[in-house]
């Protein structure tokens, strides 16, 4: 079965220090895809970022990095010089080819609070 | 370019009665999907269409949920009756393409409270 865990519920994070979002994933298929998705109290799911499994390279997006680890299964979000807008929850996700290109499986999330 | 735009962003009803909830995706993406939220837990896939046919529906939790695409552009979710589990945050998100690396553009959902 597939699975995804983020095991911090909440952080607190001073404004311009980087932080780190933990995520660990599970799943039997070789071809699978790993996102992050960022909510705000508005509501809406922002994408962050993408890592495919078979890339060699960890994502980069702005501020936004995938510190992607396959052995260990782990594929954690860095933000760097964090800021007040950061604010949100967080949440990890994958896909994955082969058991099903129509899913995609979220994690139950972090709520991150930046402190000015 | 208008997103994916949901409609209530907020219902509150009792127990037994129905509920619809619609989607809009974006203009042009074939794929449409529903999550749900329920409180505190991780998002759960609901169901996904492929234009107006629904490509996998494993996810409904029960014959109490009806989804519908009319033509392949907007989308419902009934909840006929309602039950106090089915409280919580229903995202509709749409993409375009049919890849592995599907970027999934959301809605505002729509919390949905059973009294």
């Known amino acids: 079965a597939q699975k995804i865990t983020q095991t911090q519920p909440g952080m607190f994070v001073q404004e311009k220090e980087a932080v780190t979002l933990d995520c660990t994933y599970d799943?039997?298929?070789?071809?699978?895809?790993l996102f992050w998705y960022k909510q705000p109290s508005s509501g809406e799911m922002i994408f962050l970022i993408y890592?495919?499994?078979?890339?060699?390279q960890n994502a980069t997006e702005g501020r936004y990095s995938l510190n992607f680890q396959k052995a260990r299964k782990s594929a954690n979000l860095v933000i760097s010089a964090s800021q007040l807008g950061d604010s949100a929850m967080y949440f990890c996700?994958?896909?994955?080819?082969?058991?099903?290109?129509?899913?995609?499986?979220f994690g139950s999330g972090t709520r991150l609070s930046i402190r000015p | 370019e208008a997103g994916v735009t949901q409609f209530p962003s907020h219902s509150v009803i009792e127990k037994g009665q129905t509920v619809t909830l619609r989607c809009d995706p974006i203009s042009g993406h074939d794929n449409l999907y529903w999550y749900r939220r329920v409180m505190g837990k991780e998002i759960k896939f609901l169901l996904h269409?492929?234009?107006?046919?629904?490509?996998?529906e494993s996810g409904m939790p029960n014959n109490r949920f009806l989804a519908e695409r009319t033509g392949g552009t907007y989308s419902t979710l009934k909840v006929q009756p309602a039950e106090l589990e089915d409280s919580g945050v229903y995202f509709c998100a749409s993409s375009q393409g049919r890849g592995l690396i599907e970027k999934l553009f959301f809605g505002s959902g729509t919390q949905l409270s059973v009294l």
């Open positions: 269409f492929v234009k107006e046919s629904k490509q996998d």
């Open positions: 996700a994958m896909s994955s080819w082969y058991s099903s290109a129509s899913k995609i499986i």
């Open positions: 799943t039997s298929d070789p071809s699978y895809g």
């Open positions: 890592q495919g499994s078979y890339d060699q």
